[in-house]
């Protein structure tokens, strides 16, 4: 039985000219693909959350920054089957071609943005600078990174001082939550580095304890050298029972503190006033960076019960009280 030739031939060629078609689409889509994007100035894009790739490429055709949508959402596909654009703000320039653009979505690379949390600032400054900040999504003062079990293991329910004080790196559209979460889980590795590795004798119960120590030392001093002494004050103290009288956990507790601690003041009876009660203050009074936190978890060795500031910014350090009022009337009146 004899095989027409023309129906062996009639499929390959089908083949042929099919592939043919193929190598050319490709060739288009490879040499359009790699044409600049039709941007003349340096510009900045938002891709926000929860946005659709359609819905995405759409706004850049819309807005004349690539020419063909169906050419875009191929070359996608083509680069992941489930493609996703990340959730940021973008930096366009002229010099970009439509595949820089595409990958620049998907793999993330977008213009990062910095929030810094300042030494001994407290919680509400932190917050006050988040809801301050445009590039910072709100989302209604969550705090769900209170939920980690590192807090709720050492019985943690209040956000004041689990904020390391740094400057954080993001992009654009973060939560505050999220951003939050970053800076709570960093104070978490430095609670841990110092804890573990803290002089044993110290009258702590917990982590939580040297952090408050730590929030104290912070509002004392921004001398890193006076810092394991003032340390070794407030420990000396806590060994004997003595109250720590440290101003800033009075000044702390005072609703609108108006720059002067009155006598009232003293007086007055809360779970900050360390004049008034016993042991250190309910939660730690900021957030404090890593040399307090270090000063916290290794005092100095000394005899020191008490300290003044004199007018350089510096401390008087005393053992005895007959000569820390000495220091006092000498230093302060």
Known sequence: MKISINKILTPKIIIFIFSILILIFLSYLNFSFNRNINRDVKSIYNINEGRSISF??????????????????????????????????????????????????????????????IEGSSFYNIISSLENNNSIKEINGSYSFLKNSYFIKLGIDNPEGLCFPDTYKFASGITDDTLLTLCSNKMIAMLKKYWKNRDYSLPYKSPYDMLIMASIIEKETANDFERPIISSVFVNRLNINMRLQADPTVIYGIKDYKGNITKKDLQTTNEYNTYKIYGLPKTPICSPGEESIRAASKPIKSKFLYFVANKKGKHIFSTDYNDHVKAVNKHQK
């Not at 680069?79 to 366009?92: A, E």
């Open 56 to 117: 995405t490429v759409n706004e850049l055709h819309k807005l004349n920054i690539i020419d063909s949508k169906f050419r875009f959402k191929v070359f996608a596909y083509v680069f992941d089957i489930y493609p996703q654009f990340k959730t940021g703000k973008y930096y366009l320039s002229g010099s970009d071609t439509e595949f820089d653009l595409l990958i620049k979505f998907i793999k993330g690379i977008t213009k990062y943005e910095f929030f810094t949390i």
